[in-house]
Structure formats: C-alpha cells, structure tokens
C-alpha cells in the first residue's frame, strides 16, 4: 500500500494506492495517529486507487471515524472504486461514512459537517 498525504485547505488528504489489508492497516493506522488527538480534526481519504479493503481496513476507517467524532471531527471517502463501495454497504458502513464521487464534494461535506 502506498500512502500520501497533501492538503485540501485545512483538511488533510490521505491518497491511498493498493490494497489495505491486515498487513497494510496498521501503516496506515500509524499515519492517522498524531490526528486522532485533534479535537474538530476532518480527514478526507482519497481512494481512485484503492483496490481492496479487508476487515482490517475497515476497522481502521470505523476507529478513525469514532475518535474523531468525540471531537467534533469526522472523516470522508472519495473516489471509491465500485467494489470498495460495495464493500461499505454490504458491511452495513455505507451510511456511517461521508462519500462522494470527487475530492471537492468530499471536501465541502466534511467542513459543512
């Protein structure tokens, strides 16, 4: 898995490429930790190439959406490939998670919430 990060004004952008599985979760798990702590932290996760999420994956993404909440944070999902969609709802997540079809709509969603 590959990980980089830019910005979209004040909201950070985690682009990720590959497959996030139970040997890639706790890189990312490691890179999202210095933000968990932020109360009113927004994370936008940038995912045109992302090609797979295990449990592993998902459990970073829930556990990354529930500390920031108790904030006043959250998180939010672009550009998800089909199957990784499906996977959201299939899981029962997809109504738990901002998604959007480009980084800007995910981007307004997460500073209008």
Do not use: W
Request: include cysteine; charged fraction near 20%.
């Amino acid at each position: 898995m590959e990980i980089t990060v830019s910005l979209i004004d004040e909201i950070p952008v985690f682009h990720l490429a590959g497959r996030l599985d139970v040997t890639t979760a706790p890189l990312l798990e490691e890179r999202l930790k210095p933000l968990l702590e932020s109360t009113g932290q927004k994370i936008l996760f940038a995912c045109s190439e992302l090609s797979y999420v295990s449990s592993a994956g998902l459990r970073v993404f829930i556990s990354t959406l529930r500390h920031l909440s108790a904030g006043g944070g959250g998180i939010a999902f672009a550009e998800l490939k089909p199957p990784v969609t499906e996977l959201f709802h299939l899981a029962g997540l997809g109504h738990l998670f901002l998604i959007e079809p480009n980084l800007e709509a995910a981007a307004a969603r997460l500073r209008s919430s």
